[in-house]
């Protein structure tokens, strides 16, 4: 899962998204985000988040989450939108992925060697995420209570762990060519 190689040490440990950015609109109940870079001024958008979303029971937790990958889903596609790019651009972001299910590793695999548009890397982030949250969302009765995003069929908690990695792959892309758009440089590839 995503949050494996992300460091996180417990299913209920709390983060910032975003790098310890602060959200232009606090008025949210997602913690998914877009901002302005810092640095750059480009539109970027937040770090999916690792940990649990608050909630007083296993399936409210669940829920949350699953709204949170559709407005992570939905602002990245926009943004890719907005980015406008027609040349199409290898997704340097998928070079070393590897997911633990064997039908989307041949998805990864099949990304590593195509050039997208920017519009054509939104649509196929909005398809992934899609699937993840889909995913997700009709599993809540497998639910493990003690681990609400995890559920107890490990062949599809693989599957969802896999759209997890490859979405949140997919939109580091879109936001290394938002920075490169406001730019005019290239980005060396991000593996955070």
């Known amino acids: 899962m995503a949050s494996d190689t992300k460091n996180r040490q417990t299913w209920d440990e709390q983060e910032d998204s975003a790098r310890n950015i602060t959200r232009p609109n606090q008025l949210k109940l997602s913690r998914v985000f877009r901002f302005d870079d ?42 890719g939108h907005e980015l406008g790019g027609t040349t199409p651009r290898p997704i340097r972001t998928v070079t070393d992925l590897q997911v633990p299910d064997e039908e989307f590793q041949s998805f990864v695999n099949q990304a590593k060697t195509v050039n997208v548009t920017d519009e054509e890397l939104a649509d196929s982030v ?20 003690d ?46």
């Not at 999916?48 to 669940?62: A, C, K, M, V, Y």
């Not at 909005?126 to 209570?145: M, Q, R």
């Not at 599957?159 to 979405?167: A, F």
């Open 38 to 79: 810092p640095q750059t001024g480009a539109p970027q958008i937040s770090d999916f988040p690792d940990s649990n979303p608050t909630g007083d029971t296993p399936l409210e937790i669940r829920m949350k989450h699953f709204t949170e990958i559709e407005n992570f889903t939905f602002l990245a596609h926009v943004l």
């Open 147 to 192: 681990h609400p995003l995890k559920i107890s069929d490990v062949l599809m908690q693989e599957k969802i762990d896999s759209l997890d990695v490859i979405t949140e792959a997919l939109v580091r892309e879109i936001n290394l060519r938002s920075i490169e758009k406001q730019t005019g440089t290239k980005t060396r590839k991000s593996h955070e």
């Open 126 to 145: 909005l398809d992934v995420g899609i699937n993840w949250e889909h995913f997700v969302a009709s599993t809540d009765n497998e639910l493990l209570p």
